[in-house]
Structure formats: C-alpha cells, structure tokens
C-alpha cells in the first residue's frame, strides 16, 4: 500500500473541510490528517472517494463512516492519554485506527464475524494493535471494565444498561440512539455509582446496532 503526496494532500484538504464544519480539537484533526483513509477502502470502486467526506459500505451490510463523524465523536469524548476505551463496532477499523492514535488503550468489539476476522488480520499489518473481541456489543465486556470512554459506532434503539454500568464514575459514553435511520448523538456521563447525565446532540446516521452474536 502506498501513501502518497497526492493523498496527503487529499487529507490536509479533508482536514480543512471538517475543521470548517466546527470540530477544533486540533490533536483529533491531526490524526484524521495523519491516517491513510484509503487503506480502510477496499473496493476499488470507491479509493478515489477516499477522502470525500462521506461513508463508503464495507460489507456485511456495514460501512466507514465519513471523517467528520469519526472526528466528531471522538472529540465528544475528550480523550486522555492512557484512557482506556471502549469502542463498540470496529468495522473496518478506522475509527479504532483514530483511537489507538489519539494514545489511549483501544478493547474493540465487532459481532460480524466476516468484518472482525478481515480486521484483526488487517489493522495490526499497518502498525495499529488494539485488543480486538468478536461479541455482541449490547454486553460490552463487562470482564475487562471499567472504561474512562466508550465509543459506539452504530445506531442504537436505546442505550444499553450494561454499557453505561460498564464506565468508571466520570467517565462518558458517547453513543447514537434512535429508530430508524436517523440518530441524535448522545452524551452520558457517570457521576456516581447510580447517577448518570444525558447530554443530547445532533442527528447523524448510522447503520444500526446488532444483538445477539453470530
């Protein structure tokens, strides 16, 4: 795979277009501008969208959401050095790509097996090595909790009890709730062992949330 001037330049343009639609977490920006999109692309159809703002399907009746998605969420989530985060649906891999880059220790789930086996294999072959787990992310992984973050990347008819219980106290999750195919973004922070605050966000869409592990 070849990372060239050309797409680096379609990155500096695409960091542009997102920092002109509000986000200005300037380290986040600067991961989006760091990471090679197009190797998460793996259809030829799409490589010369690469760095279009917008989703692109992955298979499995899944997709790459677009770059100002990935920089919007992980923005909300106000990240630490050393945090140890969450992420529910690794996808393609790109948005835990962003994770692992932004310097926290990544626990990603991913329930279709087709997409979990592609990327184990996949992201540690470009250097990113996040601990992956092929399960339902309605259950999180209450084993390895608690989290600082937790980060869901599909769209969820409601927010998981197990998820939120699984944060430390002060810590957020960030996730898209609502039926159908449209999502408003959600913030919940704990702030006590049996208290929680909702933050509610603007709309996006997400492919939806799926239970029960193949």
């Given at each position: ?71 919007f969420q992980t923005a909300l989530l106000k990240l630490k ?134």
């Amino acid at each position: 795979m070849i990372d060239s001037y050309k797409h680096k330049g379609l990155r500096n343009k695409l960091v542009d277009k997102i920092r002109e639609r509000g986000i200005s977490d300037e380290k986040v920006l600067s991961v989006i501008q760091e990471i090679p999109r197009h190797y998460f692309i793996h259809d030829n159809a799409f490589l010369p969208y690469a760095y279009d703002d917008i989703a692109f399907p992955i298979g499995a009746q899944q997709t790459i959401s677009q770059p100002y998605t990935v920089a919007f969420q992980t923005a909300l989530l106000k990240l630490k050095k050393g945090d140890k985060v969450l992420e529910i649906g690794t996808g393609s891999g790109y948005q835990t790509a962003v994770l692992v880059k932004m310097g926290v220790k990544v626990f990603t789930i991913e329930r279709q097996k087709t997409l979990f086996d592609k990327t184990k294999n996949f992201l540690p072959s470009i250097g990113y090595r996040p601990k992956f787990f092929y399960g339902d992310g309605y259950k999180g992984l209450p084993v390895y909790a608690p989290f600082d973050k937790i980060i869901v990347t599909a769209g969820a008819p409601y927010i998981p009890e197990g998820l939120q219980l699984q944060l430390t106290v002060g810590g957020v999750l960030v996730i898209p709730v609502g039926d159908g195919g449209v999502q408003k973004m959600i913030i919940v922070k704990r702030v006590s062992d049996t208290e929680f605050e909702q933050e509610e966000l603007e709309e996006f869409k997400f492919v939806p949330m799926l239970a029960n592990k193949e």
